[in-house]
């Protein structure tokens, strides 16, 4: 099969679930300018979602939090939807998460009843008409950039993807190697590091992996705030205000921990008394309010070896999409090898 | 004009440049040096230097008051590899003076004062021991510096001539109205959007200083300077949502004083 032209194809949001927005990675060399580089808080999730129809892991695609979200489009269009695990359906048929989904024209897609995480993430096989600020997809709603979708919306989408069928099969079956993160433990572990105050708040290291910890309602894209047993440093003095990892873990003059997110600022002055690792930011990014956790001490190496473990299975996922899709036809919005190694992605 | 060093004689002398791992995949970088305006002049050329020389593996760069943060991809390299790209930049380019950056701009940034407009003004001043007046002549006899461009944008500001330093909030608000005029230490901050902050709000000012539709959404960058003018609160409606431009361009110059 040649690869054909793109074409223009309309989404229509019929429901919109809680919260929906446009969403991608988030942007680049913003923050010196004060800009977040915001983005999906589960990037695991969201690089997977496009890495199942042929998209580049940063493509733009839809974050929905919660609730029923509905769509049909005006042509046939490929998709995927990853994130935490929800009821997924085309044309009242359920179809799986984490895999590539064949859907005709003018049939209704519905996502709803997501359980045990937060996020849900719709990826289609294409470019998604979606506005951008400092180039990048990503809601900076602060700023004035919500990105939200609404009921009745309609989002442009160019396509390369004209049906697919093999003969056996109405709904063809891929069974691609999907590392599919597991959000169903009562009790979430996550991984952290020293933090440059960790030292200087003795007693910190027992406390955080011996406690549970609940993430309160007041949590949101800036950080999460957790209730939980906290200890206040003494006489570090004034912390002049500076720039923070995502994933640091701070603690205000009040009685809580925050796990700083995507949107986060620089720091108000309070001390980092742990960071997560950067293997267990996509977790994070998928915890709500009530929520509970404890968290696990790693080494910066140790650190570095399961950030490596999880990239090495997208990229393998990535390597499988690639040949499989050249084999059978499917569009690949990406030439192999055409990206640089990113990196942030996931 | 003086003649720069040459190479070799800076390479000799490489400036106490610390770098302390920020969890697995960033790396703080502090100058040492004894005076606070030195650092923050040092930390605006060591980002000018960074965003020059890309050094493998920097993903991104987060600016702060003395500081600068860099994030990095830890599968390219660690902490010490980029640490000492970094040390290898900075000797070979060196970090210069640390005077006024070139080409800075003056900017005079009218505000309010009132009860719903300043709610810590009274705590500010009690905190370092002056009557609200000689504060707010603190903060408006100041000529203060960008260091930095903070949340949305925010400029953040150093040298503010209080006696002494202004706590943070004990709890950080949620929600600060945009234009909001804020102190911490010895700096202030005005808020762009509505949003957090744990700084202490003495003021608000009409202006917009902010806005994603103008190209940039900033008419003010790093290194240019600020001062403060509190103006009667009747003249609220006449300056409310004007863009903040260069004091050279804003229109009718000066935005007069507080009769």
């Given at each position: ?24 990675l ?14 999906a808080a589960d990037q695991l999730s969201a690089a997977t979602a496009n890495i199942l129809v042929g998209n580049r892991r940063g493509?733009?695609l ?18 995927s939807v990853t994130g935490t695990p929800a ?9 799986a998460m984490w895999q590539p989904v ?14 045990d995480g937060?996020r849900n993430y719709?990826a ?49 079956l891929f069974r691609l190697p999907v590392p599919v993160p597991d959000f169903s433990a009562?009790?979430w572990t996550i991984d ?85 690792a950067k293997a267990s930011l996509p977790l994070l990014g998928q ?15 140790a650190a570095v070896e399961r950030w490596r473990e999880q990239q090495r299975l997208l990229t393998a996922l990535e390597d499988r999409v690639q040949s499989l899709f ?15 190694p990113d990196v942030r992605a996931a | ?74 599968l ?184």
């Open positions: 099969m040649e690869p054909t032209r793109e074409q223009d194809v309309t989404i229509t949001i019929s429901e919109p679930g809680w919260l929906s927005t446009f969403q991608d988030g942007r680049e060399d913003s923050e010196y300018l004060g800009v977040p580089c915001g983005g493509a733009p839809m974050e929905i939090m919660g609730g029923r979200f509905a769509f049909t489009a005006s042509r046939d269009v490929f998709i009821d997924v359906t085309v044309g009242g048929v359920p179809v064949c859907v005709p024209a003018k049939t209704c897609v519905i996502i709803t009843n997501a359980r937060m719709l289609f096989s294409g470019e998604l008409d979606a506005p951008r600020f400092m180039g990048s997809a990503a809601p900076e709603s602060r700023m004035g950039f919500p990105q939200q979708l609404a009921a009745g919306h309609k989002v442009g989408l160019d396509s390369r993807y004209h049906g697919f069928s093999q003969p056996y099969l109405g709904q063809p009562n009790l952290v590091v020293d933090g440059p105050e960790t030292a200087g708040t003795p007693g910190i290291r027992e406390l955080l992996s011996g406690s549970v910890y609940t993430v309160g309602p007041k949590s949101n894209h800036v950080g999460l705030r957790l209730n939980g047993p906290v200890i206040h440093p003494e006489g570090l003095g004034e912390i002049i205000s500076h720039g923070v990892p995502i994933g640091a873990f701070e603690i205000p003059h009040g009685d809580e921990l925050i796990i700083l997110g995507r949107s986060r600022t620089l720091t108000a002055g309070y001390p980092i008394v742990a960071v997560a915890a709500r309010p009530g929520r509970k956790m404890t968290f696990r001490w790693l080494t910066n190496e050249a084999a059978v036809g499917l569009p690949l919005h990406e030439a192999p090898g055409s990206s640089p | 004009m003086t003649t720069p060093p040459p190479p070799a004689a800076t390479l000799h002398r490489p400036p106490g440049l610390e770098a302390e791992p920020f969890g697995d995949s960033a790396l703080m970088l502090r100058i040492a040096d004894n005076d606070a305006e030195a650092r923050r002049a040092w930390a605006r050329r060591l980002r000018d230097i960074l965003l020059d020389v890309r050094p493998y593996g920097m993903l991104n760069l987060v600016a702060g008051a003395e500081s600068l943060l860099v994030e990095f991809d830890c390219c390299v660690s902490h010490y590899q980029l640490a000492q790209t970094i040390r290898l930049a900075v000797a070979g380019l060196g970090l210069g003076d640390t005077g006024p950056a070139a080409g800075a701009k003056d900017f005079i940034v009218p505000m309010v004062v009132s009860a719903e407009f300043s709610p810590d003004l009274p705590g500010v001043a009690e905190e370092l021991g002056l009557s609200q007046d000689a504060t707010l002549a603190a903060l408006t006899s100041s000529v203060l510096t960008i260091n930095l461009l903070a949340a949305a944008m925010a400029p953040m500001m150093a040298g503010v001539n209080f006696p002494g330093q202004v706590s943070r909030c004990t709890e950080p608000r949620t929600d600060v109205a945009p234009g909001s005029v804020m102190v911490a230490g010895t700096s202030a901050i005005i808020q762009p959007f509505p949003g957090p902050s744990g700084w202490k709000v003495i003021g608000r000012t009409p202006l917009t200083i902010c806005d994603i539709h103008e190209d940039p959404p900033t008419s003010y960058q790093p290194g240019d300077r600020v001062r403060f003018e509190v103006i009667a609160e009747s003249r609220w409606a006449e300056l409310k949502g004007q863009f903040l431009r260069p004091a050279h361009q804003q229109e009718g110059g000066r935005h007069g004083t507080d009769a």
